[in-house]
């Protein structure tokens, strides 16, 4: 199953604001509203913070957003504090002979 | 508070069977998805596939069909994954995590703390 793809790293001072980027293709990012993101640290559960492209579960910070134009989505994070600092993941529907779903390759948040 | 409760780290012999659980509690559990999701060493993660407590539906990703098996008990709102012989690339963190919607999920919501399987001769 081939993920998609995102930057390796992004850092930022605090205070500063990042963006992440997520390609993929037009069966999965670019054909659905089913863009998520999530945010994984060692020894927590992976956290979701942004599902259907751009919605925010409950009780996670205003300061994350998300985005999609074309087979290209985006999380913003605003405001970047030391807590930020993380792995975060892309994940989106898709249809094709592949699995139901599919996650990015993960970037690593660093604040400097 | 929702959580799912995953079962202990394993270390296992190269050919040996394995079944790991993963307990939900504080929800209507034959109401949401259960997935699995991969993470080797040093690797991102990777899908291998969702049950529907409920009825015991399973999809699974091709890359893991045939390799593993996804089961569920409902009545003790439990969910599995289980090998019945296991390889040193099986050695990985495995996530269990809940379907945010039902029967349409797009996203997982609730996420296990992982269970650490180590295949080692």
């Known amino acids: 199953q081939s993920a998609l793809t995102q930057p390796v790293s992004v850092s930022g001072s605090p205070g500063q604001s990042i963006t992440i980027s997520c390609i993929g293709t037009n069966t999965d990012i670019g054909g659905y509203k089913y863009v998520s993101w999530y945010q994984l640290k060692p020894g927590k559960a992976p956290k979701l913070v942004i599902f259907e492209v751009s919605i925010r579960p409950s009780g996670v910070s205003n300061r994350f957003s998300g985005s999609k134009s074309g087979n290209t989505a985006s999380l913003a994070i605003s405001g970047l504090r030391a807590e930020d600092e993380a792995d975060y993941y892309c994940s989106s529907y898709r249809t094709s002979s592949a699995a139901l779903f599919v996650f990015g390759t993960g970037t690593k948040v660093t604040v400097l | 508070e929702v959580q799912l409760v995953q079962s202990g780290a394993e270390v296992k012999k190269p050919g040996e069977s394995l079944k790991i659980s993963c307990n939900g509690s504080?929800?209507?559990?034959?109401?949401?998805?259960i997935g699995w999701v991969r993470q080797m060493p040093g690797k991102g993660l990777e899908w291998m596939g969702i049950?529907?407590?409920?009825?015991?539906?399973?999809t699974y990703s091709p890359s893991f069909e045939g390799q593993v098996t996804i089961s569920a008990d409902k009545s003790i709102k439990t969910a599995y994954l289980q090998w019945s012989s296991l390889k040193a690339s099986d050695t990985a963190m495995y996530y269990c995590?809940?379907?945010?919607?039902?029967?349409?999920?797009?996203?997982?919501?609730?996420w296990g703390l992982g269970t650490m399987v180590t295949v080692s001769s």
């Open positions: 995590a809940r379907g945010n919607k039902f029967p349409g999920m797009n996203a997982f919501d609730i």
């Open positions: 504080e929800y209507r559990f034959e109401t949401y998805w």
């Open positions: 049950i529907n407590p409920s009825n015991s539906d399973t």
